[in-house]
């Protein structure tokens, strides 16, 4: 099927590369490229070939058998990756073969769509690209863009499949193209440095099936030290074998006439409510719809239907007016327009719009009522900043200025919004100025310079970006010390300021964004606030049961608040005062504090400043800042401290419900895994699990040991994802597993019968499992494997090996999925032992390293003896020493557990044969 492309000359269309080769040397449908080493074939000539897409089995240490979604692919001596076979097509949308129409063509770009947003949401990165062929195949089209402006991308958008560029390169070599840094890209492809000169890293995979590469998938990242994120490369993998296989039913692809852009979610912020209430006038009866029952502050469905309910919300200064507009309305049908004000439940009020006219027969009055008093306030609150601000979108045209950046440009708001700043303001026309918007959106790092406004005005502009746009800061600036220099002056660097400097607002706010849990609020908060700020101390109480607790504290003496723990919230205390009134406090010395709150026992601080945390009228807790020396509280400073309380107060808010709701799923998962682990004679049995420590800290890794009635079934997997959504999957897949292994079937049926269970239930994920069926009595055993990496044989000898396994594809890829079972012996005082890919992949270690260093590890642990055997049984924790078998897992997860930063969660289960 072809989707269409524009012809060459055409818009959009880009020459071919006039240093190509001739039309010989131009491949076509470039067949994906097999590992150009692949391991070598196992002596037994009765094993059985492996089915497209699974692993061969493997003479003994040869390397780990691989799968597209779970194995990292050879690394070649360039640093670029063979692609290996992908996984088996998935079940078409439409029928294959069908003539190509609009339904075909809109079901390609959706999947194109999906599949390029979850591979940059998977790998962490910040946008991506789809290159698809040219009906000819000469050329690569521009097919599906996510988080990149199009316009930056303007002379990439068709690239030849000779081209020396990294589409075209993971295109004809079938190859993973990773670029981690600036220096890496001009050394390699000097074409692609030349024509995007930003600070990223890149990388491209082939989008290949067995019968050939489709196209080319594409992900940016900011440029680090650290290279790409941990697990990227992976994940950039599997996200281009997902692709191919949604794709593999509609044959040819060619791309459209223009590339799709996929929208991301806009921007959390202030949400604007609308809600409507129909007056039926004759029967003086009043219909509320759900929205505005919450605006109102009622519960959803408690509206009685009574116009004086709904008056008595209202300020009553703003009645008369309203009645007034009502009664017109309703005589004459003219519509009206009146602010009122609603009384919040938790004191105070807000401003809503109403809009109201009547309608049918002239019976009925209805109104629309519109909320909007977070987002004005919002506004307002940058409206009164002295900093000029201004906002661009990912396009670069302005979408919003402030007063003071009108004044500071010397333009109206009317004459900007819209535009390019470069095209309406002459003195920022220099190519130079648009290119540091490039380069910040490009490389999604801040950055600053020097402009001047004729006739001698220089300003320093921040921008600000991130996949939406970017934000901008603009302030009065001094001349530098060569203004004629060729060279675009910078901007001094952001630097800690005094109070109130609009730069820690946004620096305060940027890192609560990060910011999920309560502790991590709070570290937050001590790392920005009391540098800079220049505070000495400061002191985080949440409100909670009707008491103040301390939740973090830095600076003050040992013991200085201890006495000040539980104070109920009507003690006459600044802290607590200041949240029951909601307004913030100001001592500028110490004298001030006396005579407010005489005998309040005092530190060496001389002024504080105790601020409210308040988020959407609910009190959440205080805040206090202590400086050394007595200090003026100028406005400014009163206004930032302000917003800076109501940030941190939001982020609490979000953060205690982050806590409780990751309770909930800390307690879904322990009670997902087993209990206890079945108690068998001659057999023995341990298992560890660590939950990652990124996000929710929980995944969908699991273990399981079923008693069965011809023996033991021992499980493990790893369902892809860290949230609620894979842990419920986890359970699922668990529970399938134990039904059918529990009910007698042979391996390789249950993972069939749980891969269809996968496929039909569709959550969205896949994932991993690895199954053996050992017979205690003589330790004959049956092993199937889909998508997971292969266990390890200890021998009694200490002699450790990779489990030749054959495999078959990740579960829930392909419904007609199959998986082969190989024979294993365990010997007795054999340890057998299965784990999860988060025990042997690190940011900085590969798989099949990982999987190494485990047999290594495993091999050199020392004697396994029975539990209670010997006066030492798990030694002394060194190499070689002898040890239990709950004392070899502990060794063998302990460096995981030592990790502070574990990005995937880790399952372990060992078998010993006694």
Same mark, same amino acid.
């Given at each position: 099927?072809?989707?269409?492309?524009?012809?060459?000359?055409?818009?959009?269309?880009?020459?071919?590369?006039?240093?190509?080769?001739?039309?010989?040397?131009?491949?076509?449908?470039?067949?994906?490229?097999?590992?150009?080493?692949?391991?070598? #074939?196992?002596?037994?000539?009765?094993?059985?070939?492996?089915?497209?897409?699974?692993?061969?089995?493997?003479?003994?240490?040869?390397?780990?058998?691989?799968?597209?979604?779970?194995?990292?692919?050879?690394?070649?001596?360039?640093?670029?990756?063979?692609?290996?076979?992908?996984?088996?097509?998935?079940?078409?949308?439409?029928?294959?073969?069908?003539?190509?129409?609009?339904?075909?063509?809109?079901?390609? *770009?959706?999947?194109? =769509?999906?599949?390029?947003?979850?591979?940059?949401?998977?790998?962490?990165?910040?946008?991506?690209?789809?290159?698809?062929?040219?009906?000819?195949?000469? @050329?690569?089209?521009?097919?599906?863009?996510?988080?990149?402006?199009?316009?930056?991308?303007?002379?990439?958008?068709? !690239?030849?499949? *000779?081209?020396?560029?990294?589409?075209?390169?993971?295109?004809?070599?079938?190859?993973?193209?990773?670029?981690?840094?600036?220096?890496?890209?001009?050394?390699?492809?000097?074409?692609?440095?030349?024509?995007?000169?930003?600070?990223?890293?890149?990388?491209?995979?082939?989008?290949?099936?067995?019968?050939?590469?489709? &196209?080319?998938?594409?992900?940016?990242?900011?440029?680090?030290?650290?290279?790409?994120?941990?697990? #990227?490369?992976?994940?950039?993998?599997?996200?281009?074998?997902?692709?191919?296989? @949604?794709?593999?039913?509609?044959?040819?692809?060619?791309?459209?006439?223009?590339?799709?852009?996929?929208?991301?979610?806009?921007?959390?912020?202030?949400?604007?409510?609308?809600?409507? +209430?129909?007056?039926?006038?004759?029967?003086?009866?009043?219909?509320?719809?759900?929205?505005?029952?919450?605006?109102?502050?009622?519960?959803?469905?408690? +509206?009685?239907?009574?116009?004086?309910?709904?008056?008595?919300?209202?300020?009553?200064?703003?009645?008369?007016?309203?009645?007034?507009?009502?009664?017109?309305?309703?005589?004459?049908?003219?519509?009206?327009?009146?602010?009122?004000?609603?009384?919040?439940?938790?004191?105070?009020?807000?401003?809503?719009?109403?809009?109201?006219?009547?309608?049918?027969?002239?019976?009925?009055?209805?109104?629309?009522?519109?909320?909007?008093?977070?987002?004005?306030?919002?506004?307002?609150?940058?409206?009164? $900043?002295?900093?000029?601000?201004?906002?661009?979108?990912?396009?670069?045209?302005?979408?919003?200025?402030?007063?003071?950046?009108?004044?500071?440009?010397?333009?109206?708001?009317?004459?900007?919004?819209?535009?390019?700043?470069?095209?309406?303001?002459?003195?920022?026309?220099?190519?130079?100025?648009?290119?540091?918007?490039?380069? #910040?959106?490009?490389?999604?790092?801040?950055?600053?310079?020097?402009?001047?406004?004729?006739?001698?005005?220089?300003?320093?502009?921040?921008?600000?970006?991130? %996949?939406?746009?970017?934000?901008?800061?603009?302030?009065?600036?001094?001349?530098?010390?060569?203004?004629?220099?060729?060279?675009?002056?910078?901007?001094?660097?952001?630097?800690?300021?005094?109070?109130?400097?609009?730069?820690?607002?946004?620096?305060?706010?940027?890192?609560?964004?990060?910011?999920?849990?309560?502790?991590?609020?709070?570290?937050?908060?001590?790392?920005?606030?009391?540098?800079?700020?220049? &505070?000495?101390?400061?002191?985080?109480?949440?409100?909670?049961?009707?008491?103040?607790?301390?939740?973090?504290?830095?600076?003050?003496?040992?013991?200085?608040?201890?006495?000040?723990?539980?104070?109920?919230?009507?003690?006459?205390?600044?802290?607590?005062?200041? $949240? !029951?009134?909601?307004?913030?406090?100001?001592?500028?010395?110490?004298?001030?504090?006396?005579?407010?709150?005489?005998?309040?026992?005092?530190?060496?601080?001389?002024?504080?400043?105790?601020?409210?945390?308040?988020?959407?009228?609910?009190?959440?807790?205080?805040?206090?800042?202590?400086?050394?020396?007595?200090?003026?509280?100028?406005?400014?400073?009163?206004?930032?401290?302000? %917003?800076?309380?109501?940030?941190?107060?939001?982020?609490?808010?979000?953060?205690?419900?982050?806590?409780?709701?990751?309770?909930?799923?800390?307690?879904?998962?322990?009670?997902?895994?087993?209990?206890?682990?079945?108690?068998?004679?001659?057999?023995?049995?341990?298992?560890?699990?660590?939950?990652?420590?990124?996000?929710?800290? !929980?995944?969908?890794?699991?273990?399981?040991?079923?008693?069965?009635?011809?023996?033991?079934?021992?499980?493990?997997?790893?369902?892809?994802?860290?949230?609620?959504? #894979?842990?419920?999957?986890?359970?699922?897949?668990? @529970?399938?597993?134990?039904?059918?292994?529990?009910?007698?079937?042979?391996? =390789?049926?249950?993972?069939?019968?749980?891969?269809?269970?996968?496929?039909?239930?569709?959550? &969205?994920?896949?994932?991993?499992?690895?199954?053996?069926?050992?017979?205690?009595?003589?330790?004959?055993?049956?092993?199937?494997?889909?998508?997971?990496?292969?266990?390890?044989?200890?021998?009694?000898?200490?002699?450790?090996?990779?489990?030749?396994?054959?495999?078959?594809?990740?579960?829930?890829?392909?419904?007609?999925?199959?998986?082969?079972?190989?024979?294993?012996?365990?010997?007795?005082?054999?340890?057998?032992?299965?784990?999860?890919?988060?025990?042997?992949?690190?940011?900085?270690?590969?798989?099949?390293?990982?999987?190494?260093? $485990?047999?290594?590890?495993?091999?050199?642990?020392?004697?396994?003896?029975?539990?209670?055997?010997?006066?030492?049984?798990?030694?002394?924790?060194?190499?070689?020493?002898?040890?239990? $078998?709950?004392?070899?897992?502990?060794?063998?997860?302990?460096?995981?557990?030592?990790?502070?930063?574990?990005?995937?969660?880790?399952?372990?289960?060992?078998?010993?044969?006694?």
């Amino acid at each position: 099927m072809r989707l269409g492309v524009p012809a060459d000359g055409e818009p959009g269309a880009a020459a071919v590369d006039p240093d190509a080769p001739g039309p010989v040397d131009v491949p076509t449908r470039p067949p994906a490229t097999a590992d150009p080493d692949p391991p070598p #074939a196992a002596p037994d000539t009765a094993t059985v070939r492996s089915a497209p897409g699974t692993a061969a089995p493997r003479a003994p240490g040869a390397d780990p058998p691989q799968t597209p979604d779970t194995a990292p692919l050879p690394a070649q001596e360039d640093g670029t990756e063979t692609a290996g076979a992908p996984p088996p097509p998935a079940e078409p949308i439409a029928p294959p073969g069908a003539p190509p129409g609009a339904a075909h063509r809109d079901a390609v *770009v959706k999947l194109l =769509a999906e599949g390029l947003g979850r591979a940059v949401a998977l790998t962490s990165g910040y946008g991506g690209l789809v290159y698809l062929p040219s009906p000819d195949h000469r @050329s690569l089209v521009l097919s599906t863009v996510v988080g990149v402006p199009l316009p930056l991308l303007s002379a990439f958008r068709r !690239i030849a499949v *000779v081209a020396p560029l990294p589409p075209a390169e993971a295109y004809r070599s079938g190859r993973t193209i990773v670029l981690a840094d600036p220096d890496e890209t001009m050394r390699r492809f000097p074409r692609l440095a030349v024509g995007l000169p930003y600070a990223f890293s890149f990388a491209a995979a082939p989008i290949a099936t067995r019968d050939g590469t489709l &196209g080319v998938l594409c992900v940016l990242w900011p440029s680090t030290e650290a290279g790409l994120p941990g697990g #990227a490369r992976r994940q950039l993998r599997s996200s281009a074998n997902r692709i191919a296989a @949604s794709l593999a039913p509609y044959g040819e692809l060619a791309a459209a006439d223009e590339p799709t852009v996929v929208q991301l979610p806009p921007p959390s912020g202030p949400a604007t409510r609308v809600g409507i +209430f129909d007056w039926d006038i004759p029967g003086r009866a009043i219909a509320v719809d759900r929205e505005l029952e919450a605006i109102l502050g009622l519960a959803p469905g408690s +509206f009685d239907g009574r116009l004086a309910t709904l008056v008595e919300r209202l300020s009553p200064e703003d009645m008369p007016l309203l009645r007034e507009a009502a009664r017109r309305a309703a005589a004459d049908g003219r519509p009206f327009d009146r602010q009122v004000r609603v009384r919040d439940p938790r004191g105070g009020h807000r401003t809503l719009d109403l809009r109201g006219r009547r309608v049918a027969d002239g019976t009925h009055l209805v109104v629309v009522v519109l909320d909007d008093s977070a987002g004005s306030a919002a506004v307002a609150a940058v409206e009164r $900043l002295r900093d000029g601000v201004f906002a661009l979108d990912a396009e670069g045209m302005v979408v919003y200025v402030n007063r003071t950046a009108e004044m500071f440009l010397h333009a109206r708001r009317d004459e900007l919004l819209g535009r390019h700043p470069w095209d309406v303001l002459p003195w920022l026309g220099d190519p130079a100025y648009e290119d540091r918007y490039r380069a #910040a959106m490009l490389s999604r790092r801040p950055t600053a310079f020097l402009a001047c406004r004729p006739p001698d005005h220089w300003l320093a502009f921040s921008l600000y970006p991130d %996949a939406h746009g970017v934000t901008g800061r603009v302030v009065a600036a001094a001349e530098p010390a060569d203004p004629h220099s060729a060279v675009l002056p910078e901007a001094p660097p952001a630097a800690p300021a005094s109070l109130g400097a609009t730069y820690h607002l946004l620096q305060l706010a940027s890192a609560l964004t990060e910011a999920v849990s309560v502790q991590e609020v709070c570290n937050t908060v001590l790392e920005q606030i009391l540098p800079g700020y220049g &505070g000495q101390e400061l002191a985080l109480y949440l409100a909670r049961d009707g008491r103040m607790h301390l939740v973090s504290q830095s600076g003050y003496p040992e013991g200085f608040l201890d006495r000040f723990e539980a104070t109920p919230l009507g003690a006459r205390l600044p802290g607590t005062e200041t $949240l !029951i009134a909601g307004t913030p406090l100001f001592f500028q010395s110490s004298r001030e504090l006396l005579d407010a709150y005489p005998g309040i026992p005092q530190d060496e601080m001389r002024a504080w400043a105790f601020l409210p945390l308040i988020a959407s009228g609910h009190p959440v807790g205080s805040l206090i800042l202590g400086f050394e020396q007595p200090r003026t509280f100028t406005p400014e400073d009163r206004i930032q401290l302000t %917003a800076l309380g109501g940030l941190i107060a939001q982020a609490l808010e979000r953060a205690r419900l982050y806590d409780a709701e990751f309770e909930l799923a800390r307690g879904l998962q322990q009670a997902l895994l087993p209990h206890r682990l079945p108690a068998v004679p001659g057999i023995a049995i341990a298992a560890r699990y660590l939950p990652g420590t990124r996000g929710m800290e !929980i995944g969908g890794d699991w273990y399981d040991v079923i008693t069965t009635p011809h023996g033991l079934c021992l499980v493990i997997g790893d369902v892809e994802g860290h949230n609620v959504g #894979a842990a419920a999957t986890m359970g699922q897949l668990r @529970s399938a597993v134990r039904a059918f292994a529990s009910g007698g079937s042979p391996p =390789a049926e249950v993972l069939v019968r749980t891969n269809h269970l996968m496929v039909d239930l569709d959550p &969205g994920l896949l994932a991993s499992c690895c199954l053996i069926h050992l017979d205690p009595s003589d330790g004959r055993a049956h092993g199937v494997r889909a998508g997971h990496p292969p266990p390890l044989l200890r021998r009694p000898d200490g002699r450790t090996d990779l489990v030749d396994l054959e495999g078959g594809p990740l579960l829930g890829v392909d419904r007609s999925s199959h998986y082969p079972t190989t024979r294993l012996h365990l010997p007795v005082g054999s340890v057998l032992a299965l784990y999860t890919d988060g025990l042997v992949e690190t940011p900085s270690t590969a798989i099949d390293q990982g999987i190494d260093e $485990l047999r290594s590890s495993l091999a050199h642990a020392g004697p396994v003896v029975p539990a209670g055997h010997g006066t030492a049984p798990d030694g002394d924790g060194s190499p070689g020493s002898a040890c239990t $078998l709950d004392g070899l897992a502990d060794r063998l997860v302990g460096r995981a557990r030592r990790t502070v930063q574990r990005p995937d969660d880790i399952a372990l289960l060992l078998v010993r044969r006694e």
